[in-house]
């Protein structure tokens, strides 16, 4: 079964560096979603792209994050300059248009900032 | 906006018994959808149920059910035959139909850790 590739899985890095993350969704796919989740909390849409376009990134926090999906395929997700707080998972997701076509999950890159 | 509340932070159940995940959530949407999610420890999300708030009928997929009621806002999950390997963290999410930019994005609960006793 096809399945979202994200990449690195394990991310540490200092603060004020900078770190970025790569998803490759499931082939087909239109809607990429990067959400981010809090140790025990519930994930957080980050970005929403359909096709290459953004369609939602009012969470995004846009001075110090930014992603792309130049083709319209795969998407990375940079953050700069990372502060402790980011210390979170980034998960990716894809799914076909429309609203009852189901997410699909990445893995996940867990992230620490120390 | 839409709000997801799971108010389980923590639930158990034995082997072979039966548990219900509970959830409610917010909106002044008419049509919608609900869904369930696991995920296991250090293993990524995966679906396991969802509902079409139009449908009356509760959805169904082998030992997992919903109790859908739509007038009280509620969506449970109820786990039956619980086995070792339903040990994860459950999210219920809310997901709209249709209208502005952001109709296809999933709005999360806070989950629900699932301890499962052999």
């Known amino acids: 079964e096809a399945e979202v590739a994200q990449s690195p899985r394990y991310k540490i890095t200092e603060k004020s560096q900078a770190v970025a993350f790569w998803c490759d969704p499931i082939?087909?796919?239109?809607?990429l979603y990067w959400y981010r989740q809090i140790l025990g909390q519930g994930p957080e849409l980050l970005v929403q792209?359909?096709?290459?376009?953004?369609?939602?990134d009012s969470q995004l926090p846009k001075d110090r994050f930014s992603a792309e999906r130049l083709k319209g395929v795969d998407s990375t997700l940079k953050i700069q300059p990372a502060e402790l707080g980011d210390s979170a998972m980034y998960l990716c997701?894809?799914?076909?248009?429309?609203?009852?076509?189901?997410?699909?999950f990445g893995n996940g890159t867990r992230l620490t900032v120390t | 906006a839409q709000t997801v509340t799971q108010s389980q932070p923590e639930m158990s159940v034995q082997e072979a018994e039966t548990v219900t995940l509970s959830c409610t959530y917010d909106?002044?949407?008419?049509?919608?959808?609900l869904f369930w999610y696991k995920q296991p420890p250090s293993r990524q999300m995966i679906l396991v149920i969802r509902?079409?708030?139009?449908?009356?009928q509760n959805a169904t997929e082998n030992r997992f059910s919903v109790n859908f009621q739509k007038a009280a806002k509620s969506f449970s999950l109820k786990i039956s035959d619980s086995q070792l390997g339903d040990a994860a963290m459950y999210f219920c999410?809310?997901?709209?139909?249709?209208?502005?930019?952001?109709?296809?994005?999933?709005?999360f609960g806070q989950g629900t850790i699932l301890t499962v006793h052999p």
């Open positions: 997701a894809s799914s076909l248009q429309g609203a009852n076509s189901p997410l699909h």
């Open positions: 082939s087909g796919h239109a809607t």
């Open positions: 792209f359909q096709d290459e376009s953004v369609v939602d």
């Open positions: 909106t002044s949407e008419s049509d919608y959808y």
């Open positions: 509902q079409e708030a139009y449908k009356q």
């Open positions: 999410a809310y997901r709209r139909v249709s209208g502005g930019t952001s109709y296809g994005k999933l709005t």
